[in-house]
């Protein structure tokens, strides 16, 4: 299957929640309000409109996956750091084990490292987030704001030592808790 990836635009937003919406139909943990938590992202601080990206289906032109990175902070006593959030990535059930959330993965952390972003957060499945490098946060002292596996809550240095000195606890944009 031919697909290429681009950037979401306003006139996509409808067809994008009804593919965040469908990826997540089956899913086994989920409250299946992936696409309302996208749909708020993208009206708070935390949205990112360059690290919200849709993937093409060149055959039929058609969204078939949809993946979004946005602001938060790891805070401590002394410090807060800015990153991101890696929430939701999302292929339609008829387009999933292609290799799509693979390559919208992929180009959303490349194009936030040119941001000049240095690290993301996931609270994702534990077996496949490392094959992207990610590991788990607690390595470097950061926690969720909630209780949550350890195996399960995981980040990624976008520049090398990114996250030597910070530690502390994530910070999501309040569009996560609405």
Do not use: C
Not at 3 to 29: C, G, H, L, P, W
Not at 39 to 58: M, N, T
Not at 68 to 81: A, E, P, V
């Amino acid at each position: 299957m031919d697909m290429r990836i681009r950037v979401e635009q306003v006139e996509d937003y409808s067809v994008t929640e009804q593919v965040v919406k469908d990826a997540f139909a089956n899913a086994e943990f989920t409250d299946h309000k992936e696409h309302e938590l996208v749909s708020r992202i993208r009206k708070s601080d935390a949205f990112i409109p360059a690290l919200s990206l849709v993937a093409i289906d060149e055959e039929n032109q058609k969204i078939v996956g949809h993946i979004l990175l946005s602001k938060i902070n790891i805070r401590n006593d002394n410090q807060s750091i800015e990153s991101l959030a890696l929430a939701p990535v999302s292929v339609v059930p008829d387009h999933q084990s292609k290799g799509i959330g693979k390559k919208l993965i992929l180009e959303a952390l490349q194009k936030a490292k040119e941001l000049g972003y240095h690290s993301v957060v996931v609270l994702g499945h534990p077996e496949y987030y490392p094959k992207f490098s990610f590991q788990k946060a607690s390595r470097w002292g950061i926690k969720a704001p909630f209780e949550v596996p350890d195996e399960v809550f995981m980040a990624l240095e976008l520049r090398e030592n990114a996250l030597a000195n910070v530690s502390g606890v994530v910070e999501y944009s309040s569009a996560f808790f609405e």
